[in-house]
């Protein structure tokens, strides 16, 4: 059975993907991450950037896994398929930036929002600025593309930019769905995973 690895976005509580992985066959091997040093967890000296983060992923890799990413954590798991293609099997990304330029596709600075509401947080996640735009068409695992469509951080169009660039993508639309649509709509985030990576 292959292991399914859940990333969370900046909020980086692994509480974030457990209503979905609850609602998935209990015979899967499903691992929710926390990310050090953001939202309210507990800081790391190693944990410095995204870099960090990608190398946390890799750790936990023996054998090739399915990635299923929020936001952020979609950014890490862009980058661990990058960096170690062989390592993941299917992946699926909810409401990232994918390493694209969200901003110019009608997102919303969220920046200012977070450190209000998480201002022990590690500095560095507010100033990640990165671009994938080139690397994406490496990218070959079949992906499942979740999108709200409400929501104002990374809007649909984000996932249609990211449709066209990844060889092996598929968008879908979760009606009524704002950035942490897993969590207010896991039922049906649920089953369209378990689609994809049954």
């Given at each position: 059975?292959?292991?399914?690895?859940?990333?969370?976005?900046?909020?980086?509580?692994?509480?974030?993907?457990?209503?979905?992985?609850?609602?998935?066959?209990?015979?899967?091997?499903?691992?929710?991450?926390?990310?050090?040093?953001?939202?309210?967890?507990?800081?790391?000296?190693?944990?410095?950037?995204?870099?960090?983060?990608?190398?946390?992923?890799?750790?936990?890799?023996?054998?090739?896994?399915?990635?299923?990413?929020?936001s952020?954590?979609?950014l890490?798991?862009?980058?661990?398929?990058?960096?170690?293609?062989?390592?993941?099997?299917?992946?699926?990304?909810?409401?990232?930036?994918?390493?694209?330029?969200?901003?110019?596709?009608?997102?919303?600075?969220?920046?200012?929002?977070?450190?209000?509401?998480?201002?022990?947080?590690?500095s560095?996640?507010?100033?990640?600025?990165?671009?994938?735009?080139?690397?994406?068409?490496?990218?070959?695992?079949?992906?499942?593309?979740?999108?709200?469509?409400?929501?104002?951080?990374?809007?649909?169009?984000?996932?249609?930019?990211?449709?066209?660039?990844?060889?092996?993508?598929?968008?879908?639309?979760?009606?009524?769905?704002?950035?942490?649509?897993?969590?207010?709509?896991?039922?049906?985030?649920?089953?369209?995973?378990?689609?994809?990576?049954?």
């Amino acid at each position: 059975m292959t292991k399914k690895l859940f990333l969370p976005g900046a909020s980086g509580s692994a509480r974030f993907w457990k209503p979905v992985a609850e609602r998935l066959p209990t015979d899967w091997d499903c691992h929710c991450f926390s990310w050090p040093g953001l939202g309210v967890e507990p800081h790391r000296a190693d944990v410095t950037g995204i870099d960090d983060l990608v190398d946390l992923v890799l750790a936990r890799i023996e054998s090739p896994v399915d990635l299923v990413a929020q936001s952020m954590g979609g950014l890490v798991a862009l980058k661990v398929a990058i960096e170690a293609p062989g390592s993941v099997r299917r992946l699926v990304l909810a409401g990232t930036s994918g390493g694209i330029a969200v901003d110019s596709l009608g997102g919303l600075d969220w920046r200012a929002e977070y450190r209000e509401e998480y201002p022990g947080a590690m500095s560095w996640i507010t100033q990640v600025r990165e671009d994938l735009s080139l690397q994406l068409s490496t990218i070959t695992a079949p992906t499942l593309l979740l999108w709200g469509d409400r929501d104002s951080i990374s809007p649909p169009r984000v996932g249609e930019r990211l449709a066209e660039s990844l060889p092996n993508a598929v968008l879908r639309i979760i009606r009524g769905g704002r950035h942490d649509f897993p969590m207010t709509h896991p039922d049906e985030v649920a089953r369209r995973i378990h689609e994809h990576l049954s």
